[in-house]
């Protein structure tokens, strides 16, 4: 399944992407360092966008969560907790198998 990377860029998208995130994504989210989160979820960066309320496909540049970076996971590589691997891991084997 396709992994994204969520990056808050101000303080609205801070305080409110966390429950945007917990409503759309409610079992496959999970939290970073700094405010950022991955989740995991069907379609391209436009369209989780679109779902979390970030952009409107109709009016991409008006915004009600604030200001959000949405990247699609290529690959990875790095260090952080086993728990961030862990869970990487099984979402991006949940599809290919």
């Known amino acids: ?6 990056l808050p860029q101000n303080e609205p998208a801070q305080r409110l992407l966390p429950a945007a ?3 759309e994504f409610p079992d496959a989210h999970k ?3 700094n405010n950022n ?3 995991a979820g069907k379609g391209t960066a436009q369209d989780i966008s679109a779902k979390l309320g970030i952009t409107n496909p109709k009016e991409p540049t008006s915004s009600a ?3 959000v970076m949405v990247l699609e996971v290529g690959s990875y590589y790095g260090r952080a907790a086993s728990d961030v691997w862990d869970w ?3 979402k991006w084997e949940a599809t290919s198998g």
């Open 88 to 90: 990487i891991k099984a």
């Open 1 to 6: 399944m396709p992994i994204f990377v969520l």
């Open 31 to 33: 939290p970073l360092a």
């Open 65 to 67: 969560i604030g200001t």
């Open 21 to 23: 995130v917990a409503r």
């Open 37 to 39: 989160w991955l989740v």
